[in-house]
């Protein structure tokens, strides 16, 4: 795993390496609209990485069905996730503590049947999926 905050590169840099759709969410902090992601409804064994660094953030085992039209998982990869309370000061945003890729945002206290009584949402473009044992 990448250490915190060592994927470092120009805007140049990662508008090169990232499709248009990944730039305006992982670089600019957008959003993907809910139901159109590829990772909403998948459900293989396996890790979730960045998809702009490769790092790891979930395991498939800590993903859920929420309902809200996005990925949901109830916890990261220890280290791999950064929290940051948005300006408004309503929601906490999720960054790949790696290279601080917009990933989404958190939730606590909404009474899903998880350990940690948390949604990550996360965007499905923020994210790479590698099956296990492959």
């Known amino acids: 795993m990448a250490a915190p905050g060592s994927v470092e590169?120009?805007?140049?840099d990662w508008r090169a390496i990232l499709s248009p759709e990944q730039f305006r969410i992982l670089r600019q902090k957008g959003t993907e609209y809910p139901g159109t992601g590829e990772y909403d409804k998948l459900f293989g064994e396996g890790v979730y990485q960045c998809a702009g660094c490769g790092t790891p953030l979930y395991k498939s085992t800590t993903k859920f069905n929420s309902g809200c039209g996005w990925p949901a998982f109830f916890e990261g990869l220890p280290?791999?996730?950064?929290?940051?309370?948005?300006?408004?000061?309503?929601r906490i945003e999720i960054t790949c503590a790696a290279c601080g890729g917009h990933l989404g945002h958190v939730f606590k206290g909404e009474g899903f049947p998880t350990p940690t009584d948390e949604r990550h949402c996360v965007n499905s473009i923020s994210l790479k999926f590698t099956l296990a044992n492959s």
């Open 79 to 90: 280290g791999a996730i950064n929290r940051t309370a948005d300006p408004d000061g309503r």
């Open 9 to 12: 590169k120009s805007e140049e």
